[in-house]
């Protein structure tokens, strides 16, 4: 069984910076890829960054230049650095985590961002 535990969400006003972080406990260590989704109403569930074991990430292009995803393996945490915040990126903020390549990914329960002014 694994659990991801989220924080690090909150209001911040557009222009401003929030930082997300996520905790991986149970039958997991060093998982092949860690990240982040994030879900507004009406919407499909959208990737944000994603970093794998080996420290390569990706990034949607709306998060390119503003957000850096980074995680500690010994820690099994990953963490986003979310800076230039926009109302667009107001959503519920989803951890994720794959165990391997194959593998079905778990994820934390969410935590919102807002962004408002």
């Known amino acids: 069984q694994v659990q991801l535990v989220e924080s690090g969400g909150g209001l911040v006003q557009p222009g401003g910076s929030l930082r997300l972080s996520c905790a991986a406990s149970g039958s997991i260590f060093s998982p092949y890829a860690m990240g982040w989704y994030r879900q507004t109403p009406g919407k499909q569930r959208e990737l944000v960054a994603t970093i794998l074991r080996g420290g390569s990430t990706m990034y949607a292009d709306s998060a390119k230049g503003r957000f850096t995803i980074s995680r500690d393996n010994a820690k099994n945490t990953v963490s986003l650095q979310m800076n230039s915040l926009r109302s667009e990126d107001t959503a519920v903020y989803y951890c994720?985590?794959?165990?391997?390549?194959?593998?079905?990914?778990?994820w934390g329960q969410g935590t919102q961002v807002t962004v408002s002014s």
């Open positions: 994720y985590a794959r165990t391997n390549s194959n593998s079905v990914p778990n």
